[in-house]
C-alpha cells in the first residue's frame, strides 16, 4: 500500500514538473550565478547512537504517516557509542521526518518531527527513560 502512494505521489510530482516546465518562459539576466531551478536538499544524515541500548533497526517516516518503511540501519547491529551513515533511497522529499529504533527484543523508541532539511548528523539519547536527541 505504501509503495502505491509513493508512486503516485512520484507520478504527480513529475507530471507537475513537466507542467511548470512548459509554462514557464526564458529570461537572461547575463547573471550566470542566477538559476531558476528548485533547491534540492539532501535527507542523508548520520545516526550516533548514545542511547545505552544496542539497535537492531532503524525506521524512518514522513511526519504524520502512520506506516514506517523498512529497517534502513545499514549495519547488524549499532552497539552504543557507534554511528552510521543513512543514505535515504526515495523519492520523496519530505522536510520533517519521525525515526524509530528497535533494540533486540523488538521495543521500539521515537523520535518525531526531524528537520533533515537542516541537519546533518542526530545523536539519539535516552535520558531519565525519555527518548531525546542533540542536531548537527
Given at each position: 500500500m505504501k509503495k502505491?502512494?509513493?508512486?503516485s505521489l512520484l507520478a504527480v510530482f513529475v507530471l507537475s514538473l513537466f507542467i511548470f516546465a512548459g509554462c514557464g518562459g526564458?529570461?537572461?539576466?547575463?547573471?550566470?550565478?542566477s538559476s531558476d531551478?528548485?533547491?534540492?536538499y539532501s535527507q542523508d544524515?548520520?545516526?550516533?547512537?548514545?542511547?545505552?541500548?544496542?539497535i537492531y533497526a532503524i525506521y524512518v517516516s514522513p511526519t504524520g504517516e502512520t506506516n514506517w518503511g523498512d529497517d534502513i540501519l545499514t549495519t547488524d547491529t549499532l552497539?552504543?557509542?557507534?554511528?552510521?551513515?543513512?543514505?535515504f533511497d526515495t523519492d520523496v522529499e519530505?522536510?520533517?521526518?519521525?525515526?524509530?529504533?528497535?533494540?533486540s527484543t523488538g521495543a521500539t523508541v521515537e523520535w518525531s518531527n526531524i528537520?533533515?532539511?537542516s541537519i546533518s548528523e542526530i545523536t539519539l539519547k535516552i535520558e531519565n527513560g525519555s527518548p531525546t536527541a542533540t542536531f548537527k
Amino acid at each position: 500500500m505504501k509503495k502505491k502512494k509513493l508512486l503516485s505521489l512520484l507520478a504527480v510530482f513529475v507530471l507537475s514538473l513537466f507542467i511548470f516546465a512548459g509554462c514557464g518562459g526564458s529570461s537572461s539576466t547575463g547573471d550566470s550565478s542566477s538559476s531558476d531551478a528548485a533547491t534540492t536538499y539532501s535527507q542523508d544524515f548520520t545516526i550516533v547512537n548514545d542511547t545505552g541500548i544496542e539497535i537492531y533497526a532503524i525506521y524512518v517516516s514522513p511526519t504524520g504517516e502512520t506506516n514506517w518503511g523498512d529497517d534502513i540501519l545499514t549495519t547488524d547491529t549499532l552497539p552504543t557509542g557507534n554511528s552510521t551513515e543513512i543514505t535515504f533511497d526515495t523519492d520523496v522529499e519530505e522536510q520533517y521526518w519521525d525515526l524509530m529504533i528497535a533494540d533486540s527484543t523488538g521495543a521500539t523508541v521515537e523520535w518525531s518531527n526531524i528537520d533533515l532539511f537542516s541537519i546533518s548528523e542526530i545523536t539519539l539519547k535516552i535520558e531519565n527513560g525519555s527518548p531525546t536527541a542533540t542536531f548537527k
